[in-house]
């Protein structure tokens, strides 16, 4: 039985827009949690992160927990009335993990999933040209229904409108004049296209060499010529592996630029993890020769692999040569946990930790910066508008080259 002074204490509690903290109502879930910005000092060498998720209900506040462990030990713990979050002052290059819960007086809700993300690890000025580039495996000719999907996909190039488009899967791809692209090269269905209002393709140095002959497996071998080529990888899944790649120059200041196209082979065991590890050793090997006059060079592709799979080594090959994915570079992100690879579902392909993107575009951060990372999937009320272009949904990426 209450006494009179605990009743009038609630009666007084109330009447100020109050509840005990007994009767606190426990708040909802913040749902998933998403990376949307980063930051760099130059000044301190030091990076940031933004964190944004959606209101709880009966939430006042929200306590946000910052961890260099996927384990979250040694979380420091954060109070704020916001339903997002800078962090500053984080070590760069470094991997952070961050939780949100809701509060409502005495009453916590639940922990959101724990998410991951790396800070961004260098950033130069990049006072040169900002340039749009889309990876897009279109599954022209192995997905059925090309017909019926090709104006969609269309659309989204035309959303974006990317400078260069790095398209796989692409052989039946036909982008209209009025769109206002020309092929670089192509090879295996590989076609690198650029717009012609932003580029032209550059002038060839020394004569075009004969096409080689081809190997034992019946694959025609590299091909270098010295503004443009393709590069033989290996016969991996039954087929020959190729990337192609061109230098483009910028129509207004006249800047020499490598776009490189590639698409590794397929598969999460671990033979398929050795042999695209190889495929991008021999790449970066072969980039490194031809461009002797060290000329930025942008990766772009549906390179089959994500921080997601331990036995995916290909990640450290770009990085003993200096080259970080976008993803880990951007100033601004959107729809980090979206999958790049959708299989053609209408419910969005979702990962928690990392987010889980197979579609990547490299560069090293001394030659320029991420100015935003974006997957160019369309999605209305939690699902996939159709028809569904393909398979795969472009990854586009800004960015800002060093002159």
């Known amino acids: ?24 109502t426990t708040p909802g879930s913040v749902g998933l949690v998403s990376f949307t910005a980063a930051s760099y000092s130059r000044s301190t060498g030091t990076a940031g992160l933004t964190i944004d998720w959606h209101d709880a209900s009966h939430a006042r506040s929200y306590q946000v927990f910052l ?29 952070y993990f ?43 000719q192995k997905c059925s229904g090309w017909a019926t ?3 969609a996909a269309l659309a989204r190039i035309t959303a974006y409108s990317p400078d260069v ?10 982008t209209p004049q009025a769109m206002g692209y020309t092929e670089a090269i192509q090879k295996s269905s590989k076609r690198l296209l650029y717009k012609t209002s932003r580029f032209t393709l550059a ?29 033989y990888l290996g016969y991996h899944g039954g087929g020959c592996r190729y990337a192609v790649w061109a230098v483009l120059v910028d129509r207004q200041t006249g800047a020499h630029t490598v776009f ?35 000329l930025p060079v942008v990766y772009a592709g549906d390179f089959n692999s994500h921080k997601n799979r331990s036995n995916d080594d290909l990640s450290s090959v770009f990085h003993r040569r200096g080259y ?49 990372w974006t997957n160019g999937a369309v999605i209305v009320n939690n699902r996939m508008v159709e028809p569904i272009p393909s398979d795969h949904s472009p990854v586009i990426v800004d960015v800002r080259l060093n002159r």
């Open 1 to 24: 039985m209450r006494t009179f002074a605990a009743a009038a204490l609630t009666a007084v509690l109330l009447l100020a827009g109050l509840q005990p903290a007994s009767a606190a």
């Open 98 to 140: 961050v939780q949100v819960r809701a509060v409502n007086g005495s009453a916590v809700g639940s922990r959101s999933k724990r998410v991951g993300h790396t800070t961004i690890r260098r950033m130069d000025p990049a006072a040169g040209s900002t340039y749009r580039v889309m990876t897009y495996n279109v599954c022209s």
């Open 165 to 174: 488009i790095a398209a796989q899967e692409a052989v039946y791809l036909e």
């Open 67 to 95: 961890s260099r462990h996927h384990s979250m030990d040694n979380a420091r713990r954060y109070t704020t009335t916001g339903s997002f979050k800078t962090f500053t002052g984080l070590a760069r290059g470094a991997d």
């Open 149 to 151: 999907r090709q104006p």
């Open 260 to 294: 490189v196209d590639v698409h590794t082979v397929s598969g999460d065991n671990e033979t398929r993890a050795v042999q695209r590890t190889a495929e991008i050793t021999t790449l970066t090997q072969h980039l490194a020769e031809i461009n002797p006059g060290n």
């Open 203 to 231: 002038e060839p140095t020394t004569p075009v060499p004969a096409k080689p002959a081809k190997d034992s497996a019946g694959c025609d071998t590299t091909w270098p010529q010295s503004t443009k080529g393709y590069v």
């Open 324 to 372: 970080y994915d976008a993803y880990d570079l951007a100033l601004k992100l959107r729809r980090q946990h979206v999958n790049s690879y959708n299989d053609f579902s209408v419910v969005p392909r979702i990962s928690y930790t990392w987010g889980d993107h197979v579609d990547h575009v490299w560069i090293r951060p001394d030659e320029g910066r991420i100015l935003s």
